[in-house]
T-cell receptor, first 111, second 112 residues
Framework: DVKVTQSSRYLVKRTGEKVFLECVQDMDHENMFWYRQDPGLGLRLIYFSYDVKMKEKGDIPEGYSVSREKKERFSLILESASTNQTSMYLC??????????FGPGTRLTVT | EDQVTQSPEALRLQEGESSSLNCSYTVSGLRGLFWYRQDPGKGPEFLFTLYSAGEEKEKERLKATLTKKESFLHITAPKPEDSATYLCAVRALTGGGNKLTFGTGTQLKVEL
C-alpha cells in the first residue's frame, strides 16, 4: 500500500525560527512535491524534486528551500518563519502516470 | 496561465439525491485531469485520471467524465460517508508538464 508520511501533524513555531518539515515515501518514486493549502486558495506548489539532489521551484518558492539527500526523503525548510507562512503543508510523491499520493499534512502555526 | 475553476464551492445533498460537481479548465495542451477526495484534516486521496474528451471512469457511486473544457464528477445516490471536499487538478504542457494546477474544491455534505 502506498505510504507517504510527514514528521509532524501539528507544529507551532515563533517568528524568525528555522523550521524543518520532513516527508518520507516508501514507493521508490522519483518525483516528490511540497504544497501549501490555504482556504480559498487551494493547493499551491512550493517546490518539487525529480531526483536526488535535484529540485525545481514551484509557483510560490519565496521564503522556502528544500533538500533531497535520499530518494525517499524530501525536506521543506523555512529559513526564517513568518506569520504569513502559517498554513497546512502537504507532501506528495507521484507515479509515472502522474497519480500523486499525499501525506497527512502538517498544520504549521507561526506566532 | 493554466486555470481551474470548480463549482459549486459547497453542496448539501440529502442521502440518495444524485448530483454533479463541475471542474472547468483553461490550459495549454491538457496532459491529464485528476480528481481527488480530501477529508477534513487529511491529505487528498487520488480518485481518477482522465486524459481525453469523452473518457469516463467509475468507482462505486462516483463517475468522472471529461469534455474539451470541463469535467464532471457525478455522484449517484450519495451516502453520508461521501461527505468530503472534492478537488480537481490538471496537468498541462505549460511549464514542461511537470506540475499539477489545482482548483479550490467543492465541499460536499450528504445528510441523512
Amino acid at each position: 500500500d502506498v505510504k507517504v508520511t510527514q514528521s509532524s501533524r501539528y507544529l507551532v513555531k515563533r517568528t524568525g525560527e528555522k523550521v524543518f518539515l520532513e516527508c518520507v515515501q516508501d514507493m521508490d518514486h522519483e518525483n516528490m512535491f511540497w504544497y501549501r493549502q490555504d482556504p480559498g486558495l487551494g493547493l499551491r506548489l512550493i517546490y518539487f524534486s525529480y531526483d536526488v539532489k535535484m529540485k525545481e521551484k514551484g509557483d510560490i518558492p519565496e521564503g522556502y528551500s528544500v533538500s533531497r539527500e535520499k530518494k525517499e526523503r524530501f525536506s521543506l525548510i523555512l529559513e526564517s518563519a513568518s506569520t504569513n507562512q502559517t498554513s497546512m503543508y502537504l507532501c506528495a510523491s507521484r507515479t509515472t502516470s502522474w497519480e500523486q499520493y499525499f501525506g497527512p499534512g502538517t498544520r504549521l502555526t507561526v506566532t | 496561465e493554466d486555470q481551474v475553476t470548480q463549482s459549486p464551492e459547497a453542496l448539501r445533498l440529502q442521502e440518495g439525491e444524485s448530483s454533479s460537481l463541475n471542474c472547468s479548465y483553461t490550459v495549454s495542451g491538457l496532459r491529464g485531469l485528476f480528481w481527488y477526495r480530501q477529508d477534513p484534516g487529511k491529505g487528498p486521496e487520488f480518485l481518477f485520471t482522465l486524459y481525453s474528451a469523452g473518457e469516463e471512469k467509475e468507482k462505486e457511486r462516483l463517475k468522472a467524465t471529461l469534455t474539451k473544457k470541463e469535467s464532471f464528477l457525478h455522484i449517484t445516490a450519495p451516502k453520508p460517508e461521501d461527505s468530503a471536499t472534492y478537488l480537481c487538478a490538471v496537468r498541462a504542457l505549460t511549464g514542461g508538464g511537470n506540475k499539477l494546477t489545482f482548483g479550490t474544491g467543492t465541499q460536499l455534505k450528504v445528510e441523512l
